[in-house]
Nanobody, 127 residues
């Protein structure tokens, strides 16, 4: 059974950095795409970033491009989201997700395209 466990959220000030982790277990993820989504109060869940486990190729939402970096560690079966230059509008619950296939040559950006989800971790950025 696939399990995704996020960690690393917290309360920071604008301009600070945070690194989120997503520990994945239950199977080999070599054929998967992994994604990070976020959901702010009263808003829909939105795509943040994705990575193709097999190649390391990445894709980002325009709102985070240049500030956030997604990466994976094969040995630890962990996906990371490094978030720099955080803004108050980045405040949300951040979710790790796994899609049981690679959306080659594109990346899935809709929550419905992902099969497994973590429980989420809160990120709050104060101004």
């Amino acid at each position: 059974q696939v399990q995704l466990v996020e960690s690393g959220g917290g309360l920071v000030q604008a301009g600070d950095s945070l690194r989120l982790s997503c520990a994945a277990s239950g199977r080999s993820f070599s054929g998967y795409d992994m994604g990070w989504f976020r959901q702010a109060p009263g808003k829909e869940r939105e795509f943040v970033a994705a990575i193709r486990w097999s190649t390391g190729n990445t894709y980002y939402a325009d709102s985070v491009k240049g500030r956030f970096t997604i990466a994976r560690d094969n040995a630890k079966n962990t996906v990371y989201l490094q978030m720099n230059s955080l803004k108050p509008e980045d405040t949300a619950v951040y979710y790790c997700a796994a899609a049981a296939r690679a959306f080659t040559p594109w990346f899935g950006v809709a929550p419905s395209e992902y099969d497994y989800w973590g429980q989420g971790t809160q990120v709050t950025v104060s101004s």
